[in-house]
Structures are given as C-alpha cells and as structure tokens.
C-alpha cells in the first residue's frame, strides 16, 4: 500500500510538472509571442534570477500535481457518497491549491481576483468531474458486460 501511495504521488508530481510546462509553453506563445516566459513578471520580480525563478516553478507544479493526487485518495479511501466526496475533494484542493497560486501570481489578490480565480477553478472542476464520471460509468457498463 505504501509502494502504491508514493508512485501515486510521484506520479502526480511529474503530472503537475508537465501540465504546467505545457500551460508556461502556452501563456509565454500568447503574452510574449516569440520569448519564453515561463511565469509572470511579478513573479521573476521575486528572485534574484530567472533559473531561481524557473526552479521554483517547476517545484510549485509539482507541488500542485502532488496535491491533486493526494486529495484523489479521498475518492478510494472512504466509503461517503459520491457527493459527500466530490464536495470534500473540491474543497480540499481548493484551499491547498489556492495559495500556491498566489505565490505564482497566478491569481491578484483582490475580490476581483478571487472571483475569477474561484469561477476558472469550478469550470475545470466540473469538466474534470464530468470526464471522469463518464469514464467511470463506461468502465462499470463493460464489466457489467462481461459478467452477463
């Protein structure tokens, strides 16, 4: 069971990793056009170089993708409802994802900031959720298959 946890988590981590790569790859195309910038000025502003700036992101990634797949546990390691998880799952990630987004200046630490903050993360919550709802009950439907 631990083998299973760490490889989980260190899944997760090199997920966080590559989708925030790819997302850096992405806003540097649609801010900066032909300059990689793998983060926000306000957030170089707080190193004293860019390859500190850089590490730190990539370690912030992790950190996010380590979160998402520690908060999944929630989803096999409990016997509540698929609501009572779903709800604690949302929540959970939120308040542990929240801050790491600020620190990347992800998110302005205002009203505005937040609101749109919060509404981005329900949308993609809800995609999410919607994807592996679907993809739960096409998994249940072919082992129910089988079985008759």
């Not at 912030?60 to 998402?68: E, K, N, P, Q």
Request: charge should be positive; proline fraction near 3%; glycine fraction near 6%.
């Amino acid at each position: 069971m631990t083998k299973k946890i760490f490889f989980t988590l260190a899944n997760g981590f090199r997920l966080g990793v590559f989708i925030g790569l790819l997302m850096s790859i992405i806003f540097s195309y649609f801010y900066s056009g032909s300059a990689y910038t793998p983060m926000p000025p306000d957030f170089l502003e707080k190193f004293s170089n860019e390859l500190m700036a850089y590490v730190i992101s990539v370690l912030l990634w992790g950190a996010i993708g380590l979160i998402f797949s520690a908060t999944n546990f929630i989803f096999t390691s409990t016997d509540w409802s698929i609501t009572k998880m779903t709800v604690v799952h949302a929540f959970a990630s939120y308040i542990l994802f929240l801050p790491i987004a600020f620190y990347l200046n992800w998110v302005d630490f205002n009203r505005i900031g937040m609101l749109v903050f919060t509404g981005v993360y329900i949308v993609i919550y809800i995609v999410m959720w919607t994807i592996s709802m679907i993809r739960a009950k096409k998994e249940i439907n072919s082992i129910n298959s089988r079985i008759h």
